[in-house]
Structure formats: structure tokens, C-alpha cells
């Protein structure tokens, strides 16, 4: 519209030179104050200065003419086309083309609309019996292929693992690592697996140990005290070192959990240098306590057999 009057133009061009005068001319005492910045403003607004007040004030009465104008014009032209469409009347409108998108989707042309109609009228929404896009129709057939693929696969062939087989193979290769990575730390000994420890480096060790956590309970040479005796042939749970490690790790009664202040190797170390006390025969010993236990093994069997009169003595102290 502003194209076609050109003779606006130029009283457009001067409201423009007039608004930037307006600026320039609002901007200067900006520049004085700025240059005098040692001198307190004579005058505020709001908390600012009265020129940097009316200068935004300027600015927003600038912008909403702005808007105004272009409303305004909005408007201009809305009549415009409004006038271009009355001119046109009954002038049958363009055909849709019929382009690559309507060809991916199978759309049909408006005009055919009344063959497609099923006669149901749904707020004059109308049904029509328009295919499936094609992609979406072959889609939903390839996720029914896969659909048999997958239930040969796992439920047929049984070619590869189900959800909760493969969890417990995962499972089972999470603990293969974790026992490699305590073995190498020396920390895969258990209760199943624990041996009794003969180097001396490791049974000083143990005594350490012993000697720091134990010696309240069982004392310095394991006479006993609160505890048992640990040095004569009489077990409260057990003599062998799988029991004697499992009751260190574990606890029993008032015995604490050593589990949660020693590691697995520390625990074998103490349980094979309890082993080592046995026979020490301390002063002032603890009367025995619980059963009378025997170590299996071919050494007993040899002994057992030398003395016959064994089986007697220890089923009568039972």
C-alpha cells in the first residue's frame, strides 16, 4: 500500500528526521550529565534522573505509536484483499497440485470427496473412507514380521536368551568378575574356601590382629578370659578353620561382626593363627568349654589308631 502512494513518502521520510531530531535533541543533556558525573543530579523520578526518566518515557510512547501504525495497516490491507476477493466472485478456486507429499500419503482430491463419504455427520465433521498413508500401513506390517521373528527367535528356536535368562547370565558373569577381581586382591576366601594359612608373614599377621581385637575376650595367649579357651581340644562352634572363620566373620551372641572391620584375608589369617595356638597349653587356662573336637584327617586317623583306647576317652568326655 505504502509502495503504491508513493506521495506519502516523503511526509514519511520527514516524521522519520523529525523523530531522530527529537533523540538528539533529548540525548544531549544525557551527554552533559554524563560529562559532569561529580555533581549530584539536581532533580530524580522513580529513582532516577528526570532526563533518563522522560527519555525511556519518550521511548515507549514511540513504540506504541509504532504498533498503532502497524495495526493500522493491518488493517488497510485486510480491506484491500477483502475488496480483491468481492471483485473475483464465483471464480472457481485453483486446483490443488497434486505433489510428493500427497502422492507419500495416497491423499485424494477434494473432489472426490462425496464418493468417499459413509454418511455419518458428527457436528458437520463428515467420515470418509480414505486408505492408511501408505508408510504408516507398510510400518504396521513390518512390525508384524518382526513380531514372528521375535517370537521364533525366543519362544520357538530358543536361539538366543529371554529377558530373566539373560539377566541371570549377566548376573552370573557380574560375580565371575567380582571373585576375579578379589582374587587378585586376595580377598575371595570365604567360609567354603578358607584353608588354614601356614606362611609366618600372614600368621604374624593374624596375631596383630589378634592381639589388638581378641586379647579382651580370649587374652594375650588365648587362656581365656570372657571366651573360651582357644588352645585345648573343647569348641563352643566348632574347631575345624572353616567354623572358627566363619564365627570370626559372623559372630556369635555378644561377639561382634568382624566382617565390618577386618576383610576376608584378615579374617583367615586370625582364624589360621588361632589354629596355630592350639597345644600352647597357657598358664591359668580357662576350664574347657563346649564339645571335644578332633581334627579329620589322616594324621587323626593314624593316631586314632595307635592309641585304641581314643575312641573310649573321647566318647566319655562327649
Request: proline share 4%; with cysteine.
Amino acid at each position: 500500500v505504502k509502495v503504491e502512494k508513493d506521495k506519502k513518502s516523503s511526509t514519511a521520510a520527514a516524521a522519520a528526521t523529525a523523530v531522530a531530531a527529537l533523540f538528539l535533541l533529548m540525548a544531549s543533556p544525557v551527554y552533559a550529565q554524563t560529562a559532569d558525573a561529580v555533581a549530584p543530579a539536581a532533580s530524580s523520578t522513580a529513582g532516577i534522573s528526570s532526563t533518563a526518566f522522560f527519555l525511556m518515557a519518550s521511548v515507549i510512547f514511540v513504540e506504541l505509536l509504532v504498533i498503532l501504525v502497524l495495526l493500522v495497516n493491518v488493517r488497510i490491507l485486510l480491506r484491500v484483499e477483502k475488496e480483491k476477493l468481492a471483485v473475483a466472485g464465483a471464480a472457481p478456486a485453483k486446483k490443488r497440485e497434486y505433489n510428493w507429499w500427497m502422492k507419500l500419503n495416497s491423499f485424494r482430491p477434494v473432489e472426490q470427496n462425496a464418493d468417499l463419504d459413509l454418511g455419518h455427520d458428527y457436528d458437520g465433521i463428515r467420515e470418509l473412507d480414505n486408505r492408511l498413508p501408505p508408510w504408516w500401513l507398510y510400518g504396521f506390517y513390518l512390525t508384524i514380521l518382526v513380531g514372528c521373528i521375535y517370537l521364533w527367535r525366543y519362544h520357538v528356536s530358543h536361539t538366543a536368551p529371554l529377558s530373566a535368562e539373560e539377566y541371570a547370565v549377566s548376573v552370573a558373569k557380574a560375580d565371575e568378575q567380582v571373585q576375579e577381581y578379589l582374587k587378585k586382591k586376595g580377598e575371595s576366601v570365604d567360609e567354603n574356601t578358607v584353608t588354614v594359612i601356614k606362611d609366618a608373614g600372614q600368621l604374624a599377621a593374624g596375631k596383630a590382629i589378634f592381639l589388638k581385637s581378641c586379647v579382651a575376650c580370649h587374652k594375650e595367649d588365648a587362656r581365656g578370659d570372657v571366651g573360651p579357651n582357644l588352645t585345648d581340644d573343647y569348641w563352643l562352634h566348632g574347631g575345624d578353620i572353616k567354623s572358627i572363620f566363619k564365627t570370626i566373620r559372623y559372630g556369635i551372641n555378644a561377639m561382634p561382626q568382624w566382617q565390618n572391620s577386618y576383610s576376608n584375608k584378615e579374617i583367615a589369617e586370625v582364624a589360621s593363627y588361632v589354629k596355630s595356638l592350639h597345644g600352647t597349653n597357657p598358664p591359668n587356662a580357662k576350664s574347657p568349654q563346649g564339645v571335644l573336637f578332633k581334627e579329620e584327617g589322616p594324621a587323626a586317623d593314624s593316631s586314632a589308631a595307635k592309641d585304641s583306647t581314643a575312641p573310649k576317652a573321647i566318647a566319655a568326655q562327649q
